[in-house]
């Protein structure tokens, strides 16, 4: 089997017979095909198969009401006592409140958690799970924002999508509860699916990976078409190769590096690496909410690469630094 991993270039830089990545504002005149046990090789696009050149350049629909032809930003809510960077500072129901409007301002998307996915996290019960973030998604319904549930669970993702949410994020790309699909599928929802191994309790117990690289796509690939046979178009999926969720520190930046494979899903692709411990290993800050600076980095890294939506804590800053990353390179923000 083949993989195709466009090699990005800003809009500045479009050399003639270039095309369109995934639609948005980078471009790519030149594939990375990997293979298994095979050296890589560098493939013109003009010699690609025809349905190869179209997946990876054709345009990404909207997804929830969101635009993919421009990078986009989901703002975190997490709602839990224990979650690594903010846990405790939104349980109550004001504070969250407060917190989403405050993001609202410049997130295109609040994405709201119940249960904690940090390393070594235990599971949260269902019924607790949907008192902390239901009543909250109820009351963020005048925000003008769409809203995504974070979450593994079928029931959780029911009562949210019942509260007002629009879109499903399950970090475990519906393999946890084998009643998430039906209830996508029913719901005519969005679902993010997310690669983990193991569960957040055991995942960072000696993660070990083929190709780190190619062993995510398959794997996301494995599960966007689970998604297909339970009825959940594709233009109703987003994948996200999970950083941090079982990987080492090495897997991360392999993964980083070659982010724009996962355009050969044909699917928008989001990247979630805001205050993760990585950056805090590689940029020496041990503290979580201190992590903003290798955060935006990071995120910028990936829009560099084409990556359609960006979860971050620190929207606003985000925001900023995205506009001028957009303008330097000849994008539009």
Do not use: C
Request: glycine share 12%; aromatic share 4%.
């Amino acid at each position: 089997m083949e993989y195709h991993r466009p090699i990005a270039i800003r809009a500045a830089d479009r050399p003639e017979g270039a095309l369109p990545l995934a639609g948005g504002w980078l471009w790519f005149a030149e594939v990375e095909v990997l293979a298994r046990g095979a050296a890589p090789r560098r493939v013109a696009v003009r010699d690609l198969a025809g349905q190869v050149r179209d997946r990876l350049s054709a345009p990404r629909p909207d997804f929830g009401g969101i635009p993919m032809a421009l990078p986009s930003i989901m703002g975190i809510l997490n709602v839990t006592p224990d979650s690594f960077s903010d846990g405790g500072r939104f349980v109550d129901g004001a504070a969250a409140l407060a917190q989403a409007r405050a993001m609202a301002a410049a997130a295109d998307v609040l994405d709201i958690g119940g249960e904690s996915t940090r390393p070594g996290a235990a599971e949260v019960p269902v019924a607790e799970e949907i008192a902390r973030t239901a009543p909250v998604i109820a009351a963020m319904q005048g925000l003008g924002r769409p809203i995504s549930i974070d979450t593994r669970k079928a029931a959780v993702a029911g009562a949210a999508l019942a509260a007002g949410a629009g879109i499903v994020n399950d970090v475990a790309a519906m393999g946890f509860d084998a009643g998430m699909a039906g209830v996508v599928a029913r719901s005519g929802a969005p679902v993010i699916l997310m690669h983990a191994i193991k569960t957040p309790a055991t995942m960072q117990d000696n993660p070990v990976y083929e190709d780190v690289l190619l062993d995510v796509y398959d794997f996301l690939a494995e599960r966007v078409r689970m998604a297909e046979a339970a009825g959940i178009p594709r233009a109703r999926i987003m994948v996200d190769p999970g950083i941090g969720f079982g990987k080492t520190v090495a897997h991360n930046l392999t993964l980083l590096r070659g982010l724009s494979l996962f355009h050969d899903l044909g699917v928008p692709v989001l990247l979630g690496v805001s205050r993760k411990r990585f950056i805090g290993t590689l940029g020496d800050e041990p503290v979580a909410e201190r992590r903003m600076p290798g955060s935006v980095a990071v995120a910028l890294a990936g829009v560099a690469q084409g990556m359609q939506m960006l979860r971050v804590h620190d929207v606003a800053e985000t925001r900023q630094a995205l506009r001028l990353w957009m303008a330097v390179n000849g994008g539009q923000e």
